[in-house]
């Protein structure tokens, strides 16, 4: 089974739209770091979650991201992700994606973001939902970001892969 | 209507240029601008997708998003569509 990594900002948004319980039905494991699991106060998320806890070398990759001024849960994220050998992270908090579009660190730079909607894609491919832009509509305002970075990606992503 | 409006010491000085430069009242330039910032505000309200759209298909440049939108929302469209391109191409070349 392929492992995807989430940071909270997507977790909490698939939370808020009712669509946590899919990510059991999907054919990927979801995996957290543990500063991730601090962010999450909903307990009912985590059921569907590996915890995995920063060691070593990644640990130490991912307090040299935090001296970049990127938050605790996305730099543990892109450092479990580069321990993976995984080429992104899944989060759809806005102020990562501007500091990784400003930010010429090759840590940050190789590992890509994807947002909610490679989950709504996924759904969608199980048959969970029927209609990824009603999803989109519904999740973009359940959490505020109307003409934001985050609406722009996912409903990029969206449209590039057929929607 | 009349207003009474409160400028800092460097607009002042910016409207009066501006008044010199372009030789208009003072009135007209601030409408001018209030105008200008109101067709920004009501084609990103309205229309943000279909910018979205010209922009993905390259009918559009960074500068004209500039020239077109809100500073903010030409930020989003640019750092927006570069992010889901790129995960666009993760997603298809993982499935």
């Known amino acids: ?163 | 209507m009349k207003a009474t409006i409160v400028l800092d010491k460097e607009t002042e000085k910016e409207l009066n240029e501006l008044k010199t430069f372009i030789n208009t009242s003072k009135s007209r330039l601030i409408r001018d601008a209030i105008r200008e910032l109101y067709f920004k505000e009501r084609r990103a309200r309205e229309n943000l997708l279909f910018f979205v759209n010209l922009y993905n298909e390259g009918i559009i440049t960074n500068d004209l998003l500039f020239l077109l939108l809100p500073r903010k929302d030409a930020e989003a469209i640019i750092i927006g569509s570069k992010t889901g391109k790129e995960a666009a191409e993760v997603v298809k070349s993982n499935s």
Request: contains cysteine.
């Open chain 1, 1 to 163: 089974m392929s492992k995807v990594i989430v940071d909270s900002s997507t977790l909490i948004a698939l939370e808020r739209a009712n669509l946590i319980n899919f990510l059991n039905k999907i054919d990927y494991s979801t995996i957290i770091p543990i500063a991730v699991k601090e962010e999450i106060i909903n307990e009912r998320i985590l059921k569907f979650l590996i915890i995995q806890e920063l060691k070593g070398r990644t640990l130490k990759l991912s307090r040299s991201l935090e001296h970049l001024g990127i938050g605790k849960g996305e730099s543990q994220c892109c450092a479990l992700a580069n321990k993976l050998k995984l080429k992104f992270i899944i989060c759809d908090d806005r102020k990562f994606i501007r500091q990784r579009f400003f930010l010429y660190n090759k840590n940050i730079r190789n590992i890509k973001v994807l947002g909610f909607s490679f989950f709504l894609h996924m759904f969608y491919k199980k048959r969970l939902i029927k209609d990824v832009w009603q999803q989109l509509d519904n999740i973009i305002k359940l959490n505020h970001w109307e003409r934001s970075e985050v609406l722009i990606a996912n409903y990029t992503l969206l449209k590039e892969m057929g929607y």
